[in-house]
Nanobody
C-alpha cells in the first residue's frame, strides 16, 4: 500500500521559517520524483519544489526560488521542504506527491511542477503565515 504522510505544518510569523516533511512508504523511491504542491483557498494547486529521489536533482517554482529548499533522507524514505523568509502569500495546504520516472529519464521543471503528472498524493498539512 502506497502512503505519503506529511507533517510539520503550523502557524509562523512573516519572515519566519518552517520545515515540513513527507514520509513515503510502499514505493521503490529511486524510480520516483517527489514534489511539494500547495493550494490556497480559491486558488489553483501550485507546484512548489521537486526532488528526484535517485540522484537528488531539484526543481523549484518561480515564487519560492531562493527561499525554499527541498531535500531527501534516503535512509528514512523522507522528503523535507525547508521554507525560509515566509510571507502571508505562502499560506496554503501543502501536499507531497510522487511521480514515476523511468530509469535514465530526466524530467524538466515544467513536468516537475505539473500536478497532473503525479500518481500518488498525501493528505496535506496546513501552513499559515500570519502575525
Amino acid at each position: 500500500q502506497v502512503r505519503l504522510v506529511e507533517s510539520g505544518g503550523g502557524l509562523v510569523q512573516p519572515g519566519g521559517s518552517l520545515r515540513v516533511s513527507c514520509v513515503i512508504s510502499g514505493l521503490t523511491l529511486d524510480y520516483y520524483a517527489i514534489a511539494w504542491f500547495r493550494q490556497a483557498p480559491g486558488k489553483e494547486r501550485e507546484g512548489v519544489a521537486c526532488i528526484e529521489f535517485s540522484d537528488g536533482g531539484t526543481y523549484y517554482g518561480d515564487s519560492v526560488k531562493g527561499r525554499f529548499t527541498v531535500s531527501r533522507d534516503k535512509a528514512a524514505n523522507t522528503v523535507h521542504l525547508q521554507m525560509d523568509n515566509l510571507t502571508p502569500e505562502d499560506t496554503a495546504v501543502y501536499y507531497c506527491a510522487a511521480d514515476y520516472v523511468p530509469l535514465g529519464f530526466k524530467i524538466t521543471t515544467p513536468q516537475a511542477m505539473d500536478a497532473d503528472s503525479y500518481d500518488y498524493w498525501g493528505q496535506g498539512t496546513q501552513v499559515t503565515v500570519a502575525s
